[in-house]
């Protein structure tokens, strides 16, 4: 919440590993479906197995307050 208020927008949150997750405003040139692709690849090749936080995006939507999958939810 406090950080969808800094950037005065919702939020992609992308999971890197239990260590970190990337946070980014939206934009709205969001292509969800090859950001999942890109998580799933490198969770895959770059990320040990017990350290995989997920294996898609989240959308945090600022005026609701609610954390969400894309492909599921919009």
Do not use: C
Request: charge should be negative; hydrophobic fraction near 35%; aromatic fraction near 6%.
């Amino acid at each position: 919440k406090e950080i969808s208020k800094r950037f005065q927008s919702d939020l992609i949150i992308l999971p890197s590993s239990i260590h970190e997750v990337i946070v980014l405003p939206v934009n709205g040139k969001e292509q969800f479906d090859e950001m999942n692709e890109m998580i799933k690849e490198i969770n895959k090749d770059q990320v040990a197995d017990e350290e995989v936080l997920s294996d898609h995006l989240y959308y945090y939507n600022r005026s609701t307050e609610k954390l969400m999958i894309p492909s599921l939810s919009l």
